[in-house]
């Protein structure tokens, strides 16, 4: 099996499942109100279930309020986890 492409650095590809293409574009928009992000791209996850698969890529080096602070955190968190210090 060949490995997926990685985004480009500070992207991130998400895929959302849901059970409805409204709840998945509900949460795309929430993550577009944070991240800037590509166009989104949906796909039917089931011809007898239903269902919605959305894909979108985020760019967290462009990230609003209130992702720059959690950003910000979780970067601090992590750099206390590995005992490394970027400052």
């Known amino acids: 099996m060949k490995s997926p492409e990685?985004?480009?650095h500070g992207h991130a590809d998400v895929r959302i499942v849901a059970s409805s293409p409204e709840t998945a574009r509900q949460v795309?928009?929430?993550?577009?109100?944070?991240?800037?992000?590509?166009e989104q791209r949906s796909?039917?996850?089931?011809?007898?279930?239903?269902?919605?698969?959305l894909h979108l890529t985020v760019d967290t080096t462009h990230?609003?309020?209130?992702?720059?602070?959690?950003?910000?955190?979780s970067r601090s968190s992590e750099d206390d986890r590995t005992g490394t210090d970027e400052t």
């Not at 795309?28 to 590509?38: D, I, K, S």
């Not at 796909?43 to 698969?53: E, F, K, L, M």
């Not at 990230?63 to 955190?73: G, I, N, Y």
């Open 6 to 8: 990685l985004p480009a």
């Open 43 to 53: 796909y039917p996850v089931d011809t007898v279930n239903g269902g919605t698969r």
């Open 63 to 73: 990230a609003a309020e209130p992702a720059r602070s959690w950003l910000s955190t």
């Open 28 to 38: 795309a928009e929430v993550l577009r109100r944070c991240f800037a992000a590509t």
